[in-house]
């Protein structure tokens, strides 16, 4: 399972590339644990203030990422309105499914459209987004540079990504089996937003030099 190592200030870290258990543990879902999520991750209210920096507004389209059975997708169809529309993407596709239903079940489902997918690539054009939402779920991405990416690439130029990240004790409660796994996953999200930033912050020197240079 552990495939490279890398140097950080002289300890050996192992990258634990292609783990496969967090894939499993969400592509494999009996009846039993879907209805329990089903109840888990209905809307709360008392998420609104997580959600209000994300200023989503009537007419927006929105994608949910990693949007379990679509109760915060249905939440955020209201918000959105009948001009708007919401993306609800997961890889689970019981829970796309269920996604549907619980669209339909709450009057939003000709604005709530629902699909499968892992985060590799997301089945959605260019630039075609006002807001991406996504909540616990970019630390189960296979690769989250590669996920971060795509989202930037759906995103429309005044866009924004609204990531709440917040499922850390799963990380230790539910791999019990890898000790390493906690500190891998923190490390990867991490070093993936720190890439991230780098890039941003190298794409804006660059065209700062630019901008310098054509005033010269
Ligand atoms: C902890 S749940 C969070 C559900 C929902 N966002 C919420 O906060 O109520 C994680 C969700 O991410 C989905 N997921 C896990 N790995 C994924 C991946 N690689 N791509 C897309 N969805 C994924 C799971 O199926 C699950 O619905």
Redesign the pocket.
């Known amino acids: 399972m552990a495939q490279t190592g890398h140097h950080d200030r002289g300890k050996k870290f192992l990258i634990l590339a292609n783990e496969p258990f967090?894939?499993d543990?969400?592509?494999k879902?009996d009846q039993d644990r879907l209805d329990r999520?089903d109840r888990?991750?209905q809307w709360n209210p008392a998420?609104l203030s997580l959600y209000e920096p994300a200023d989503i507004r009537p007419g927006h389209v929105v994608a949910?990422?990693?949007?379990?059975?679509g109760?915060?997708a249905i939440e955020i169809a209201k918000w959105v309105g009948p001009g708007g529309h919401v993306h609800a993407?997961?890889?689970?596709s019981e829970?796309v499914t269920q996604s549907r239903k619980n669209a339909n079940a709450a009057g939003v489902g000709d604005r709530v459209t629902a699909h499968q997918?892992?985060?590799?690539i997301l089945p959605l054009p260019d630039e075609s987004l006002d807001r991406l939402t996504?909540?616990?779920?970019i630390i189960?991405?296979?690769d989250p540079e590669r996920?971060i990416r795509e989202f930037r690439r759906v995103l429309r130029a005044s866009g924004r990504v609204h990531a709440?990240e917040g499922?850390w004790p799963?990380m230790v409660i539910e791999p019990v089996r890898r000790r390493t796994c906690f500190c891998h996953s923190i490390e990867r999200a991490i070093g993936a937003f720190k890439m991230h930033c780098n890039n941003a912050i190298k794409e804006q020197i660059a065209s700062n030099r630019s901008n310098h240079r054509s005033m010269e």
């Open positions: 967090y894939k543990h969400w592509i879902i999520y888990m991750f998420s949910d990422f990693g949007c379990g059975p109760h915060t993407l997961d890889i689970n829970f997918c892992d985060g590799s996504t909540r616990n779920t189960y991405v296979d996920t709440i499922d799963m």
